[in-house]
């Protein structure tokens, strides 16, 4: 489902050149949960940055669900985000002025499927069911809790029936408790059928995957899960 | 992106700030606004200055005689007969209309009933024969004819006369306020060779009655037309020149002919009036060029709008630029945040478009309300001073559209080059 070949990417601090991924190999099957840990700054970001196409300035080779990445043009790289891939951050990213339904809904302004607003509010509520969040689709983001928030994002990432969840930090802004839920509804995704690739610095994530890779020194060792 | 979704989108992110995008639109709304009603006055003064005040047929020229030339020293430059029947022969002219003016002077004076007020007065009087054919479109009594002496002489007057008798003589002497159909079939008596300030021909005066037989805009300005013949009649019995003529009124068949037939009869040594002409045109550049001015200070508030929306979005954009990075990680593409940015833009500008235009209109109303109500009554005073025609509307609710999408270029173009990878990071 995802392949990467000696992925090298580099960053420009002052006079230095910091080459945060150094020649970097990965390769995820259909189906896995795996779980990439490392410390802060170690480059777990910027790998799954450049998995999902958010970020072309690498050197390497990535190919997700069978499409190359390197080298694809802006609106195909925007369209296969939005419809084969679903993203999940640390801080939610969700937008403030808009209420959860519409956060949501936000993937199927873009979508080039031609979806009526009929069918995306059906598939929002659908989703947002999903992650236990339905009675709630009215408010805004300030109206949820941390865990709330979460459940939101997770729901407009699924929103386009992605076939590969990347996930930064998805816990990391949350107590214990809600991040062993949400740790939950990735497990419960994955024995769906979606394959979810999560960078975490936290070690209770490699409870729940069924692979653990950690990232040191710009490449990725593996690790036994569980 | 289909413009559903981005229309949808466009107002679900103008939501978010109201404020903001009022206050944008507002000041588009006031450059448009400014620039619609200065336009409009413009096109309404000039309207009237064309249509009212110097009502010009494009197609009309008047020949006169040359006021100096060899020719006339040599027995040419005359209008007579036979300059008339050459200037008649001429491929472009439609119709020829002699004009002679009464050579010798005249006066009325008139004491009795005048619509129901009395009137005593006495008034120094031009006459000018013309052929019926010019003023037989406005002639509502009588074939305008010469009647023979004896009878009442048909008389046409000018329309432009009886807006100034209404708007100043009438007010200021208490007289009644007078149409076109009213004058009709007024009579006055006409002393012709008599004059209260010039000489006269050696022979008596004559006294006749002239009726008002119609109004128009080709009639005589300071004075009373009257048929050629009657003219002519009149100046033969004073012993006056009756056989060449004060001028010609020539139709040509196209307006766009004109420019040819004028250089044709300068080169028959004949010279053009148009002083009227030069007149309306001179008064419509003036009228021009402070619309012109107005309008430039209007296109400039506009441009210093434009200037704000794009302070405003792009400092939106800035505040914005997580949410641009989740919508690149949704599926937006480059493209889409651009159009988007522009959406945004393209309804502030539209809105303040459509709010200055609906204002310059209401502004307008006002402006004509309160003329009616307090300016004095005045010669050509219109009942509005503003035209819009809809082009005037359109246009003004596309310079919005314009100055916001000429504002939003930039900010857009730096939405959509923004890495997303970044723009998450925050």
């Known amino acids: ?226 | 992106m289909t413009p559903g979704s981005l229309a949808r989108l466009a107002a679900l992110s103008l939501r978010r700030d109201r404020r903001g995008a009022a206050f944008s639109a507002f000041g588009v709304g006031i450059g448009v606004g400014a620039l619609v009603f200065f336009v409009a006055l413009g096109l309404g003064v000039g309207r009237v200055v064309r249509e009212d005040v110097f009502p010009a047929d494009a197609s009309l020229i008047d020949v006169i005689p040359p006021t100096i030339s060899l020719g006339s020293i040599l027995g040419g430059g005359k209008l007579d007969q036979a300059a008339v029947d050459r200037l008649a022969a001429l491929p472009e002219v439609a119709a020829v209309y002699r004009r002679m003016q009464v050579r010798v002077p005249a006066v009325s004076r008139y004491q009795g009933d005048f619509f129901g007020a009395p009137l005593r007065m006495g008034v120094e009087l031009l006459a000018v024969g013309v052929d019926p054919g010019l003023v037989r479109r406005d002639v509502q009594m009588g074939d305008f004819s010469d009647p023979g002496p004896d009878r009442p002489i048909p008389a046409v007057m000018a329309s432009r006369l009886l807006e100034i008798y209404n708007k100043t003589f009438a007010p200021a002497r208490r007289l009644p306020q007078l149409s076109s159909s009213m004058v009709v079939g007024f009579a006055f008596p006409v002393e012709f060779n008599r004059s209260y300030v010039a000489q006269t021909a050696p022979g008596p005066s004559v006294a006749a009655q002239a009726q008002v037989v119609g109004v128009s805009d080709r009639g005589l300005l300071a004075g009373i037309t009257i048929p050629l013949e009657t003219a002519r009649r009149l100046n033969r019995a004073a012993g006056a020149d009756a056989d060449t003529y004060t001028g010609v009124a020539l139709q040509a068949k196209d307006p766009s002919l004109v420019p040819r037939l004028i250089d044709t009869v300068k080169r028959m040594g004949l010279q053009i009036d148009d002083q009227e002409r030069r007149l309306a045109e001179s008064t419509g550049a003036a009228v021009a060029l402070t619309t012109s001015a107005l309008a430039l200070l209007s296109i400039l508030i506009c441009a210093l709008a434009a200037v704000n929306i794009a302070h405003a979005l792009f400092a939106s954009v800035r505040a914005r630029s997580r949410e641009i990075g989740i919508m690149r990680a949704v599926g937006a593409s480059r493209a889409d945040v651009q159009r988007l940015v522009l959406a945004e833009a393209a309804a502030v500008g539209a809105l303040g478009g459509l709010l200055g235009t609906a204002g310059a209109f209401a502004l307008a109303l006002g402006v004509d309300a309160l003329a009616t109500s307090y300016l004095p009554p005045f010669p050509f005073k219109p009942e509005s001073f503003f035209h819009f025609p809809w082009a005037l509307l359109g246009g003004g609710v596309l310079l919005g559209l314009a100055a916001a999408l000429a504002g939003a270029l930039l900010p857009s173009r730096h939405a959509a080059g923004m890495d997303p990878a970044r723009a998450l990071a925050g």
């Open chain 1, 1 to 226: 489902m995802i392949e990467a070949r000696a992925i090298v990417k580099s960053y420009r601090d002052g006079e230095a050149e910091v080459r945060v991924l150094d020649g970097l190999d990965l390769s995820v099957a259909g189906g896995e949960l795996v779980a990439v840990l490392g410390p802060s700054g170690s480059g777990k970001s910027t790998l799954l940055h450049l998995l999902g196409g958010l970020d072309v300035h690498y050197q390497g080779e990535i190919s997700v669900g069978g499409t190359r990445l390197t080298g694809l043009k802006d609106r195909a790289l925007s369209e296969l985000r939005g419809a084969q891939l679903g993203f999940v951050f640390q801080s939610f990213h969700l937008v403030p002025s808009l209420s959860a339904l519409e956060n949501v809904l936000l993937p199927s302004f873009f979508s080039r499927q031609g979806t009526s607003p009929r069918d995306a509010r059906r598939r929002a509520e659908e989703v947002l069911a999903r992650v236990g969040l339905e009675p709630k689709q009215g408010r805004a983001p300030a109206q949820l809790s941390g865990g709330e928030r979460q459940r939101v994002a997770i729901a407009r990432a699924l929103f386009g029936r992605p076939k590969v969840l990347f996930c930064d930090e998805p816990t990391g802004n949350l107590d214990a408790r809600t991040g062993g839920e949400i740790i939950q509804l990735f497990q419960a995704l994955n024995r769906d059928g979606l394959t979810v690739l999560v960078v975490t610095h936290e070690d209770r994530m490699s409870q729940a995957a069924t692979r653990v890779l950690r990232l040191r020194d710009g490449k990725l060792f593996p690790e036994a899960a569980g």
